[in-house]
């Protein structure tokens, strides 16, 4: 298909503009959409004079300066000067003016809103690699930071795309963003030119470039935020690699817009709701792109009315998001199982907003999307929107973005101070890793899924390796978000486990990792995270001794999870073996002898004089704890701690309850139960943790081992009831030891 011919796919525009596969359509012009053939007039008859843009940056400069008023447009004239006179003689396959190429990508970035500083890198990306100009002379024209940019940019264009080369330009590809995500961005709008204008290329070289395109670039865009690049990438990708498929959606596209669009009644619904409620709001209609279509249909099997677009509502403030959410499901319908807000929780690439549907009185579902107009832009634009992460002071959309994603300027650092790529920030291990993780947010100049990739990519010095790892890992285009138990966020790939959690916050530490909690209950490493779960990692002291098993290769998702590995098994091959039968060998069920039995000294001062006083044995009261007592027969009387349930089934009861208080405190016994992880001289260690705090083991028993691990009971003599809470604590540090709790026996109902 001549993607040349194609009409660029607008998001929410016309149907009428859509292509046909493999057929030339009419060009329509639209606004700041570029016109080759007039710039390529344009250029060959020269620039013009110093007090006006010239006329072939004309369309860049309305579009810039729609985004930023004030900027001052004459560094990209000075830029295009540059650009046109030494690409001036240079031609495309397609037998346009070379010049046409940058001037195209830089509107592309204009139109996102890009800052001066990055557009001025777009009109100059290729002048070092294919013209006479050095980098040199970009620096000394225009400044460091545009030939950090354009230096970047041209090393990703040393290498051609070549099957066997892909690797190794992809790795520098990631190292040259690693330190500045603006290089990432002239990129992507590079490859957004050049699929345009593929049909001029033999049909295998189409082929190869769209499969690159969807594997690595469409995935990066995703991750950067910047949608509107993505989506039309998709588009065109989509339509050079699945020509059927592409002209069956675009028929099904067609055909719907033939007639009116269903979705116009439930927007002028939406509208007359807000104005009802004094909410300022702009409604619109956002049809969906080709690739969604094709996604719903797929999915559903067959598209309904309102599955061709979805609303979205543009607000003011973030508070005005839910005022209108509430509105909405106050007044219409709502599909409760369709909300999601990320707006409390921003997705991994900056993006946030209300998501919603709304039950049409057809039997149909509209999907609502609820953001703020930064939101909006951000949403559309992604780090583009942001401006320059670096500039000493302020500019549009640079200082924060809605919701608290700071944009930080790096320390006010210029790039060629800012540290090399093989280290960066956030690439550390131990705790470190999982400040990387919360800089997700905080620094998108830095998105924590890049230092990720960056700190992998450096261990794996083999590019074939490195090539399918990245691939895999990119496949992955959905993220989640777990908490910590502690605090602070890690972001995961869909489908992750609690072990790539567990590298994600410790790095190589988490060798020592002995299991996890999720959301309060304890959990096999293998357990898959869901969006929103709370995470607690159980960690061995001991970490230079601890490793992992060779299991844990089967759930891990992410790259630094399975390299991490795959390193410690490859360093350890004898341990490995004897790593995995640590946890999981059964252990003993000891009993351990009794000590001679020493009188309790511990009193309860009881309200019925010269009653024998006796400390129930199914839940071994000691002090401080709350105390119930029941008279029995024989003029005793047992206490129970409070909440004892065979104690609150005799009160319910209606037995007799005796007054009862602790005295002066003293010896006492206690039974303690302690859950762990099985692993050699688990018991022995226990124990010699209870001798330290010089407390005596009448029993301990240890039930045979499930997946959850083992389950130890101890009846402990205690010198000094004070002494409980530091026992416990004592117990609790015990290397694989993740809980230690009071005995709560299932006593019979009848009797004490």
Not at 405 to 431: C, E, F, T, W, Y
Not at 442 to 449: L, Q, V
Not at 570 to 599: F, I, M, S, V, W
Not at 731 to 743: E, H, L, N, T
Request: hydrophobic share 40%; aromatic share 4%; glycine share 8%.
């Amino acid at each position: 298909m001549s993607a040349e011919a194609m009409n660029p796919v607008t998001p929410g525009g016309p149907p009428e503009t859509l292509p046909a596969a493999g057929a030339a359509q009419p060009r329509k012009r639209a606004r700041h959409r570029i016109d080759l053939r007039r710039l390529g007039r344009a250029a060959l008859l020269g620039h013009a004079g110093r007090d006006r843009a010239p006329d072939a940056i004309a369309h860049v400069v309305d579009a810039h300066r729609a985004h930023h008023p004030d900027a001052d447009v004459d560094t990209l004239r000075r830029a295009y000067v540059l650009a046109e006179s030494s690409h001036r003689g240079q031609t495309r396959k397609s037998g346009e003016p070379y010049i046409t190429h940058p001037l195209a990508v830089t509107l592309i970035l204009a139109e996102l809103g890009a800052e001066t500083t990055t557009l001025t890198a777009a009109l100059l990306h290729d002048t070092v690699e294919d013209t006479d100009v050095t980098l040199d002379q970009v620096r000394a024209e225009f400044g460091s930071e545009v030939g950090y940019l354009v230096d970047g940019v041209t090393k990703l264009e040393k290498v051609d795309y070549g099957a066997a080369a892909e690797p190794e330009t992809f790795r520098k590809m990631l190292l040259a963003t690693g330190n500045d995500v603006r290089v990432m961005s002239i990129k992507l709008a590079d490859r957004l030119h050049n699929v345009r204008t593929l049909g001029v290329m033999r049909r295998e070289k189409q082929v190869r470039i769209a499969k690159v395109t969807r594997d690595v670039l469409i995935p990066l865009a995703e991750r950067l935020g910047v949608q509107t690049l993505k989506t039309e990438l998709e588009d065109r990708v989509f339509a050079i690699l699945h020509p059927e498929e592409y002209e069956e959606t675009r028929r099904l596209i067609v055909d719907h817009f033939a007639s009116p669009d269903p979705l116009a009644a439930v927007a002028e619904r939406v509208r007359e709701v807000l104005r009802e409620a004094n909410l300022s709001a702009d409604v619109q209609l956002r049809p969906r792109h080709f690739v969604s279509v094709h996604r719903v249909h797929r999915k559903r099997g067959r598209l309904g009315d309102t599955d061709f677009g979805r609303l979205l509502v543009l607000v003011g403030e973030t508070a005005d998001c839910y005022a209108v959410l509430g509105e909405l499901h106050t007044c219409l319908t709502p599909v409760v199982a369709e909300f999601k807000d990320f707006i409390a929780v921003p997705k991994f690439n900056l993006y946030q907003s209300l998501h919603t549907a709304l039950a049409t009185p057809e039997g149909g579902i509209a999907e609502v999307l609820i953001r703020t107009r930064q939101m909006h832009r951000v949403a559309e634009a992604g780090v583009v929107a942001l401006g320059n992460p670096y500039a000493a002071g302020g500019e549009p959309g640079r200082e924060r973005t809605e919701g608290g994603a700071a944009s930080r300027a790096n320390g006010g650092r210029r790039p060629q101070d800012r540290p090399g790529p093989a280290l960066p920030d956030g690439a550390a291990v131990g705790a470190e890793a999982g400040d990387a993780a919360d800089a997700e947010r905080a620094d998108p100049t830095r998105p924590g899924w890049l230092s990720r990739l960056l700190q992998w990519q450096s261990a794996v010095p083999d590019s074939e390796l490195f090539w399918s790892v990245l691939r895999e890992d990119l496949a992955h285009n959905r993220e989640i978000t777990v908490f910590r138990q502690g605090g602070g966020a890690l972001g995961l790939p869909a489908g992750a486990s609690c072990v790539d959690a567990a590298y994600a916050q410790y790095g190589e530490d988490a060798h020592a990792c002995m299991g996890a909690v999720v959301n309060g209950r304890l959990a096999p490493l293998s357990t898959v995270l869901e969006d929103g779960d709370t995470v607690q990692l159980l960690m061995g002291q001991d970490v230079a001794g601890g490793g992992p098993s060779p299991d844990w290769l089967d759930h891990v998702r992410t790259p630094a999870a399975g390299l991490a590995i795959r390193r410690w098994l490859t360093a350890h091959p004898a341990n490995a073996p004897a790593e995995d039968a640590r946890r999981g060998e059964p252990l003993p069920r000891p009993t351990l002898p009794a000590p001679a039995a020493r009188p309790l000294a511990a009193s309860v001062m009881v309200d019925q004089p010269g009653a024998t006083v006796r400390l129930a044995g199914c839940c071994t009261p000691v002090p401080p704890d709350a105390v119930m007592a029941f008279a029995v027969r024989g003029n005793a009387v047992t206490v129970h701690r409070a909440e004892c349930p065979r104690a609150v089934r005799m009160a319910a009861a209606g037995r007799r309850t005796v007054g009862a208080d602790w005295g002066d405190t003293g010896d006492c016994r206690v039974t303690l139960r302690a859950a762990s992880f099985g692993r050699p001289h688990l018991l022995a260690d226990l124990t010699e943790a209870i001798a330290g705090e010089g407390v005596a083991v009448i029993s301990a028993t240890v039930e045979p081992p499930s997946e959850h691990g083992v389950r130890h009971t101890y009846t402990l003599h205690l010198p000094d009831a004070t002494r409980l809470p530091g026992l416990m604590r004592a117990m609790r540090d015990v290397p694989g030891v993740y809980d230690v709790s009071r005995a709560r026996s299932a006593a019979p109902t009848s009797g004490v």
